[in-house]
């Protein structure tokens, strides 16, 4: 199955080239070119991470894209692609999963993407394996209660 990438930037130049070689390097990239267009993608479609642009159609679009993306049941990496970087602690209160520098050699671009979709999976897996562990105790919990107030009734009523 091929990884899912919803590529979001407002310059077709960008675009279209990141299309291509996220696409030569075995991606399913789909696009947007505003955050209103990426936003709907987001609630319709299902992707493993979302790449943004930071400033289209207003200064902090991206910011939008990103919150969207963090809403959606799926839950993607999302990465933040940008000439104009945030301090390491602002991009990651914004909610991103890593921040790509404009311009960038495409070769680290491939193996920064790779990392975070592998380093996103794993936190995605012990996440459900924590809820999965949880919920398989919590019947236990209420069997127990359920036992307890049913000695102390009977203990009562004795």
């Known amino acids: 199955m091929k990884r899912r990438i919803l590529l ?3 310059e077709l130049a960008i675009l279209l080239t990141l299309k291509a070689v996220l696409e030569m390097h075995g991606f399913e ?12 993608r987001i609630k319709n479609n299902e992707y493993h991470m979302v ?19 963090k809403s959606a049941s799926y839950r993607p990496a999302v990465a933040m692609l940008t000439a104009f970087p945030f301090a390491d602690s602002e991009w990651q209160q914004a ?9 960038m050699n495409t070769d680290e671009l491939i193996r920064q993407l790779e990392s975070l979709l ?14 999965a562990d ?7 919990r209420k069997a127990a209660a359920t036992s307890t107030g049913r000695k102390l009734a009977s203990s009562r009523d004795s």
């Open 29 to 40: 990239v789909e696009t947007a070119a505003s955050a209103r267009e990426a936003r709907s």
């Open 8 to 10: 979001v930037d407002d």
């Open 118 to 131: 592998v380093s996103h999976e794993d936190k995605k897996r012990k996440a459900n394996d924590t809820v």
């Open 95 to 103: 909610g991103m999963d890593k921040m790509l520098v404009k311009p």
């Open 51 to 69: 790449i943004t642009d930071m400033r289209m159609e207003s200064e902090k679009a991206g910011l939008d894209v990103v919150s969207a993306a």
């Open 134 to 140: 949880r919920d398989a105790k919590q019947p236990v």
